[in-house]
């Protein structure tokens, strides 16, 4: 039987590049800015907006796995990679690569700090590094808010923690005009112009 000559034109499966992600966890959070490895192809995986992981059609239901896998992600421009130190391939994300679940308070006004936690119990205070930024759906207003997780990786923040970050807001002048948003870490973020909320 011939050996297929294209074999190393091929993307990794989705077990080589978990046991490279775990070799590399072992010596902490992976550094995937650091690593330059070659593009390998795109993947069949795929983050549904949910933030739930699919291999091949097929929901990842082992939470370890996809927590392995969000260890490794980068986002290139507008395009999102599984990068190991000798293997780079593409994936598909609907929208963002993770949803923020939930949130703990600490202070109030200016002085409060928000920190999310994501679907892969990643952490992020929400300040300057960490910023939160709405986007609304330009036929429907419907807002989509978000927050930075790490580098230039964002977490959609779900409904639940989206009312309750409402419940938290205030009024504050930006440039010259009135909006409603939260205070974290010393920043202000805004979420809507003042003059558009209902009621």
Request: charged letters at 25%.
């Amino acid at each position: 039987m011939t050996k297929p000559t294209d074999g190393a034109n091929r993307p990794p499966s989705a077990e080589s590049l978990a046991g490279a992600a775990r070799a590399a966890a072992k010596k902490g959070p992976p550094p995937v800015h650091l690593w330059n490895p070659p593009f390998c192809g795109d993947l069949d995986i795929r983050i549904a907006r949910d933030g739930t992981w699919f291999y091949l059609g097929t929901p990842i239901g082992r939470p370890e796995l996809v927590k392995l896998f969000a260890s490794i992600i980068r986002k290139d421009g507008d395009a999102y990679f599984l990068v190991t130190p000798v293997e780079k391939v593409g994936i598909t994300v609907d929208d963002a690569p993770f949803v923020a679940v939930d949130f703990t308070v600490q202070g109030e006004g200016r002085d409060q700090r928000l920190t999310f936690t994501t679907n892969v119990d990643d952490r992020a205070a929400a300040g300057p590094d960490h910023p939160i930024r709405v986007v609304r759906d330009p036929e429907t207003g419907e807002p989509a808010p978000y927050v930075t997780v790490r580098a230039n990786l964002e977490a959609l923040i779900d409904r639940k923690s989206f009312y309750r970050l409402v419940d938290l807001g205030r009024h504050e002048p930006v440039d010259g005009t009135s909006w409603f948003g939260v205070w974290s870490g010393g920043r202000f973020f805004p979420i809507i112009p003042s003059e558009e909320l209902p009621g």
